[in-house]
């Protein structure tokens, strides 16, 4: 249960959590489909791997634990960044409010 003094924040680990296992998940559960099914999902992963250096697009192993790490990472900063300006914006909406 929310207390009245966080006036609709959301959890910044939390969330930057549940973001680096979303995403973290879809790249790793695509490359292993990869690694199974090499063409599957191809050109996720090569859109992947156009953003993250040093990440290739391959169905290897080692391409699929690289691009789960890089996205763990990118997911969490993604949702820390998220839950921040949320927060941000709720508490500026929240003083708005008390004003009137």
């Not at 973290?24 to 990869?34: E, P, Q």
Request: hydrophobic content about 45%; charged content about 15%; aromatic content about 12%.
């Amino acid at each position: 249960m929310m207390s009245e003094n966080h006036h609709g924040k959301i959890s910044v680990k939390g969330f930057a959590f549940a973001a680096a296992m979303l995403w973290g998940g879809a790249v790793f559960f695509v490359g292993l489909a990869n690694l199974q099914w090499p063409g599957y999902g191809k050109a996720f992963l090569d859109l992947v791997a156009s953003v993250y250096p040093g990440y290739e697009a391959l169905p290897t192993l080692k391409s699929l634990l690289i691009g789960t790490a890089y996205a763990i990472v990118d997911g969490t900063i993604g949702g820390s960044l998220f839950a921040l300006l949320y927060n941000l914006c709720v508490g500026c909406q929240c003083r708005k409010d008390e004003k009137k």
